[in-house]
């Protein structure tokens, strides 16, 4: 079957559809651990390891990406990324211990920090005038549906190690098909990147690169711990978590369609400033239910407008600053920097939460991610654009 890329929306799509599938890798260890923690008898130190070491994976695969790309062309880059994803996918499914697990995700992290640093850059350059700014907002878009599906699997599978690593093995039949079609793609860039170190020491001292970190504490930790956390509040059991984090993670989906539509009108920064401070209030509210011992309705309901605040503005306003970089040599590496001070917020995040949570309970934890978003409002308060 042919697929005609005669049109940039085409293309941009087809560029895009990694980040479905790596969300859906992402999300997929969340609904995994559960299963995995009881048979493996995991303590929490692992369970945040193996939920968190796919962010180290993504660091390294955003700053390599970052440096290689003005050499190689993004479109090797495209291709790349989902061979390493649908490996990474079948080693996390057929683990047989904790170790070869580690080891799956972290490769899964880095094809993510690839498609990352790759895919917006890349739509970005599909479409100068307007800077590509409703196709990435699609792409984001799309990995809420990603995540979605992840979790939607779990339900169906069922609290069990077989489903837990048909889940896992489900992203590489998603990975797969991209590495034929993606050969296809057109190059958008055949420069160099004699200006990538420069920009990169720009990009880790600009407020994106900070702002991305603090979203990503509580966006990975929330999104990628979401089953355990929806048991943590009270609202469901280990063996209905899936169903209840399906139900949770759905009113991102219309949120993020929301960004699509009013991105261009009302700009990125007050996207992301209203979005931070929404979290943050949901978040500190579904905090304090927590340590009141409040009813769990009240606490899920809390915790569903805090993900939805995230989803309208800064989980897609925070990826899409360092790619308008005006300079072709230095965007993916300015991109790949940006991304790795948001993936070190996605290491701090899990950890953070599992931690905590053991230490205070669950309002500690959550009361971090609202730290963290209040934060990030308040460091984009000071951005000019």
């Known amino acids: 079957m042919r697929v005609g890329l005669e049109r940039p929306a085409s293309r941009a799509a087809l560029a895009g559809a990694s980040i479905l599938v790596g969300a859906y890798d992402q999300a997929a260890i969340g609904v995994a651990i559960g299963p995995l923690r009881v048979a493996w008898h995991l303590d929490p130190g692992a369970v945040a390891l193996a939920t968190s070491v796919s962010a180290i994976g993504m660091i390294v695969g955003g700053l390599s990406a970052g440096l290689i790309s003005g050499f190689l062309g993004r479109r090797r880059l495209l291709v790349a990324d989902v061979v390493l994803l649908a490996v990474a996918s079948l080693g996390a499914a057929l683990a047989p211990g904790l170790a070869a697990l580690v080891v799956a995700r972290w490769l899964g992290g880095v094809a993510v920090g690839v498609s990352y640093t790759v895919v917006f850059v890349y739509q970005r350059e599909l479409d100068e005038e307007r800077q590509g700014l409703r196709w990435m907002a699609a792409t984001l878009w799309s990995a809420n549906v990603g995540m979605l599906c992840a979790y939607a699997a779990g339900a169906i599978a069922g609290p069990s190690v077989l489903g837990a690593r048909a889940v896992l093995a489900l992203g590489a039949f998603g990975a797969v098909p991209l590495i034929f079609v993606r050969r296809r793609l057109p190059e958008t860039f055949a ?117 939805a605040a995230g989803s309208v503005g800064p989980d897609k306003t925070t990826v899409m600053g360092a790619c308008l970089d005006d300079d072709p040599a230095s965007r993916a590496a300015s991109q790949g920097v940006a991304q790795t001070a948001g993936r070190l917020g996605g290491v701090v995040g899990p950890i953070a939460y599992v931690m905590a949570s053991s230490i205070g309970g669950p309002s500690l934890g959550i009361g971090l991610f609202a730290l963290s978003a209040l934060a990030g409002g308040l460091v984009t308060l000071t951005m000019r654009h």
């Open 191 to 307: 420069g160099t990147a004699h200006a990538s170190v420069l920009s990169s020491f720009r990009a880790v001292l600009g407020r994106d690169a900070l702002a991305w970190f603090l979203y990503q504490i509580s966006d990975q930790g929330a999104n990628i711990l979401l089953p355990l956390i929806v048991v943590d509040i009270g609202a469901a059991t280990l063996r209905s978590a899936d169903g209840g984090a399906l139900a949770v993670k759905a009113v991102t989906i219309p949120a993020s369609l929301l960004t699509v539509w009013i991105v261009e009108r009302l700009g990125r920064r007050q996207l992301q400033v209203l979005g931070f401070l929404g979290r943050a209030v949901a978040f500190g509210f579904l905090a304090v239910v927590l340590w009141l011992g409040l009813s769990p309705i009240v606490g899920v309901v809390a915790f569903a407008v805090g993900l």
